[in-house]
């Protein structure tokens, strides 16, 4: 069974970056699409990016412009480059498969706050 593990997330003020790390382990994934998904309290779990076993992207639109996924395959590892954050970025995010869904981790925290 695939095992993915977030990492990268903290603190940082508006208009800073962030660079997330999804790490997979036990299987390789690079025939998967992948996908960055974030939850804020109070609201809906949510997908962010996603990037096919081709490397073909999508963006929801709130982050559009400002983020960018990436997967290296030699390292079987899906990243979440995060520009121009914004407070309502704040959020945990996590890593999992676009279709049939592993289990969801705990995520990464994100918190942008001045």
């Known amino acids: 069974q695939v095992h993915l593990v977030e990492s990268g997330g903290g603190l940082v003020q508006p208009g800073g970056s962030l660079r997330l790390s999804c790490a997979a382990s036990?299987?390789?994934?690079?025939?998967?699409?992948m996908g960055w998904y974030r939850q804020a309290p109070g609201k809906e779990r949510e997908l962010v990016a996603s990037?096919?076993?081709?490397?073909?992207?999508t963006y929801t639109d709130s982050v559009k412009g400002r983020f960018t996924i990436s997967r290296d395959n030699a390292k079987n590892t899906v990243y979440l480059q995060m520009n121009s954050l914004k407070p309502e970025d704040t959020a945990v995010y996590y890593c999992?498969?676009?279709?049939?869904?592993?289990?969801w981790g705990q995520g990464t925290q994100v918190t942008v706050s001045s």
């Open positions: 999992n498969f676009l279709r049939f869904f592993g289990p």
């Open positions: 990037i096919s076993s081709y490397s073909t992207t």
């Open positions: 036990g299987s390789p994934i690079s025939r998967n699409d």
